[in-house]
């Protein structure tokens, strides 16, 4: 790690039983050449994740049990603040976030505290059908207002964070189910904080099965709505208990 964070941005990669392609994620992210340090927060594997990040040149931090992406992002946005890091940004193990876009989303941070690589903004071709498609343009349409800006993807996790993003997903990071993504950009916005989205392809999940059955589907959606309620009714109330 270089001897002054202020001038890298910290990768942060939550990985979950991910063995099988979390190697690969960190030597692309490594291969891009940017100014990245890789950290990879293990949340609770059984299997060799670990073992793998940090044989591909990752800082691994584990975490005593499984706490869900939530948990592990605030892990994560802890190390930055502790280390001095002014810029971090989420790029998922399982290999659907290019590494390549990277510095594509970060730019964002050049006119707003949090940047969001979306994946419908007429980039790439990355589909979602029926009652997914419908929760996700509903988050979509809610969160735009309170942000006063047009967002297509709210639940997208490639997302950077500048030094004031940072300092509020330390302060207020909930490890439940939408959490880290919805919850955590509308307390961000309710503190004041700006946000802007970078359109981005996603990849093929290269490692593990997604999950998009009708069942699943349906059930996303209506957990969504009740999930985006609960951001609203505490997002204002967290921006209030942000020191200034």
């Not at 809610?142 to 942000?147: E, I, M, P, Q």
């Not at 997903?169 to 916005?189: F, I, M, N, R």
């Amino acid at each position: 790690m270089s001897s002054s964070s202020t001038d890298r941005v910290l990768v942060i990669v939550p990985a979950w039983n991910e063995a099988g392609i979390v190697g690969t994620t960190v030597r692309e992210i490594l291969a891009t050449d940017g100014p990245y340090d890789v950290v990879v927060i293990d949340d609770g594997s059984t299997d060799d994740t670990a073992a793998q990040a940090h044989a591909a040149g990752a800082v691994v931090l584990p975490l005593p049990f499984n706490m869900g992406v939530g948990g592990a992002m605030r892990t994560g946005f802890t190390y930055a603040q502790r280390r001095g890091y002014r810029r971090a940004i989420q790029v998922d193990a399982d290999g659907q976030h290019n590494p390549a876009d990277i510095e594509k989303v970060l730019a964002g941070l050049q006119t707003a505290d949090i940047s969001i690589g979306a994946r419908f903004a007429d980039v790439g071709d990355y589909e979602a059908r029926g009652p997914r498609r419908w929760a996700m343009r509903f988050l979509a349409a809610t969160v735009s207002r309170v942000a006063r800006t047009r967002l297509t993807d709210v639940t997208s996790g490639f997302r950077a964070a500048g030094p004031r993003a940072i300092d509020q997903y330390v302060h207020y990071y909930p490890a439940e189910y939408l959490g880290d993504t919805v919850d955590s950009l509308v307390s961000a916005l309710h503190a004041g904080l700006t946000v802007t989205q970078v359109p981005v392809a996603m990849r093929p999940r290269a490692h593990g099965t997604p999950s998009q059955r009708p069942l699943g589907a349906a059930v996303y959606l209506v957990r969504s709505v009740f999930a985006l309620s609960l951001a609203l009714m505490r997002g204002r109330r967290s921006a209030e208990e942000v020191p200034a």
